[in-house]
């Protein structure tokens, strides 16, 4: 599988230790009580553990999705590939990262940066869909 790094869901735990009040995106309350519960980030990004697995992105195509090089896609196989989800994608033997338009007969791959083009599939044409992402991590 070229130019994809892909990362298997281990039964390893981490969990770390996260105050169960939330934080203040208006005005803070220093009155908020702290208590702390524990967390893994795969409970929250992780629905079914045998289907989902971690690919770092390679290139700047979906710069305009928020998803840029070095990101961590957490990638969903048993997901429906519906018209508007960001896929994994094999084409000519190469994994891609799109936006996946399915309207009308039209099937494509459509990038979020106008420096790329869009990857038109025709009637003899195969799309072969990897996966579906689910969530994006990356350094802000």
């Keep these: 599988m070229p130019n994809l790094q892909i990362f298997n869901i281990t039964s390893k735990r981490i969990y770390l230790p996260i105050p ?24 929250i990004v992780i629905t079914s553990p045998a289907t989902t697995f971690y690919v770092r992105v390679k290139g700047t195509s979906m710069v305009d999705a928020n998803i840029h090089e ?41 990038p979020a940066n106008p420096d790329f083009p869009e990857i038109t599939f025709k009637n003899d044409q195969e799309l072969n869909i990897w996966g579906i992402v689910t969530y994006t991590i990356h350094r802000n």
């Design 70 to 110: 070095g990101d961590i896609l957490v990638v969903d196989r048993s997901l429906e590939a519906k018209h508007g989800k960001i896929v994994i994608a094999i084409v000519n033997g190469e994994f891609t990262v799109k936006t996946l338009y399915k309207k009308d007969g039209l099937v494509k791959l459509v």
């Design 20 to 43: 169960s009040s939330k934080i203040a995106a208006g005005f803070p309350s220093p009155a908020a009580a702290y208590e702390e519960d524990d967390l893994d980030i795969n409970d």
